[in-house]
């Protein structure tokens, strides 16, 4: 396009515009995709190391036996979904970014230190390029968690190097009551209601009017 070609001619920082065609190159989407590019990896080395000990049937029962055992010991399974909910986090914050034009003008995103597990979620931190701040996340929580699929998201900004922002995902509330306990009062009241509110009829004829039967 005439005008992108003007704006590359005149744009005086040239690596800049060298790391956004690395960016969006295949060489950019193996980056991005580098986690699950090495577990497919990884699972197809053991497959052919497998293959090469016992039949290529008795390998594929092998890998799903490991696999059935790693997810059914609690540990294991709660150590890999926290980390596939990093890997998702770190995805769907960078595909925000595109959307929302949360990028340089040359097309770089944010960079994207380290994603890691909390107690309620996953903390990203983010380094912005230039043309980016904190306050354009803060502007787009909303967008945020809706995009990760989450309850809440809190946008904070470091307080040395302020193009460092700390983006908490919240999935869970660890404060939130599991069952509501009921308060023995009710139980009281609702046993004097039935008890006194229909007094015997023998009561009722005894007593003056205006006055309430005592309690045995």
Same mark, same amino acid.
């Given at each position: 396009?005439?005008?992108?070609?003007?704006?590359?001619?005149?744009?005086?920082?040239?690596?800049?515009?060298?790391?956004?065609?690395?960016?969006l190159?295949?060489?950019?989407?193996?980056?991005?995709?580098?986690?699950?590019?090495?577990?497919?990896?990884?699972?197809?080395?053991?497959?052919w190391?497998l293959?090469?000990?016992?039949?290529?049937?008795?390998?594929?029962?092998?890998?799903?036996?490991?696999?059935?055992?790693?997810?059914?010991?609690?540990?294991?399974?709660?150590?890999?979904?926290?980390?596939a909910?990093?890997?998702?986090?770190?995805?769907?914050?960078?595909?925000?970014?595109?959307?929302?034009?949360?990028?340089?003008?040359?097309?770089?995103?944010?960079?994207?230190?380290?994603?890691?597990?909390?107690?309620?979620?996953?903390?990203?931190?983010?380094?912005?390029?230039?043309?980016? !701040? =904190?306050?354009?996340?803060e502007?787009?929580?909303? /967008?945020?968690? &809706? +995009?990760? #699929?989450?309850? %809440?998201?809190?946008?904070?900004?470091?307080?040395?190097?302020?193009?460092?922002?700390?983006?908490?995902?919240?999935?869970r509330?660890?404060? !939130? =009551?599991?069952?509501?306990?009921t308060?023995?009062? /009710?139980?009281? &009241? +609702?046993? #004097?209601?039935? %008890?006194?509110?229909?007094?015997?009829?023998d009561?009722?004829?005894?007593?003056?009017?205006?006055?309430?039967?005592?309690?045995?």
């Amino acid at each position: 396009m005439p005008w992108s070609s003007t704006r590359n001619r005149d744009n005086p920082y040239a690596f800049d515009q060298m790391f956004a065609q690395i960016h969006l190159s295949p060489v950019g989407m193996a980056w991005r995709w580098r986690t699950e590019t090495a577990l497919i990896l990884s699972l197809l080395a053991a497959l052919w190391q497998l293959t090469l000990m016992l039949t290529i049937d008795w390998a594929g029962v092998a890998l799903g036996l490991a696999h059935a055992v790693v997810l059914a010991v609690p540990h294991t399974r709660r150590f890999i979904t926290r980390r596939a909910w990093c890997v998702l986090t770190r995805h769907r914050v960078q595909k925000l970014c595109f959307e929302r034009r949360l990028h340089t003008r040359s097309g770089r995103l944010p960079l994207v230190l380290w994603t890691r597990p909390t107690k309620v979620g996953e903390r990203i931190w983010l380094w912005c390029r230039a043309g980016i !701040a =904190a306050e354009d996340f803060e502007d787009r929580t909303g /967008e945020l968690r &809706a +995009a990760c #699929y989450a309850r %809440d998201a809190r946008v904070t900004r470091n307080q040395r190097w302020s193009q460092i922002v700390t983006i908490d995902i919240i999935r869970r509330d660890t404060l !939130a =009551a599991s069952s509501a306990v009921t308060s023995p009062l /009710e139980r009281l &009241a +609702a046993h #004097y209601d039935i %008890d006194y509110a229909d007094p015997p009829a023998d009561q009722a004829a005894e007593q003056e009017p205006g006055t309430w039967p005592q309690a045995s």
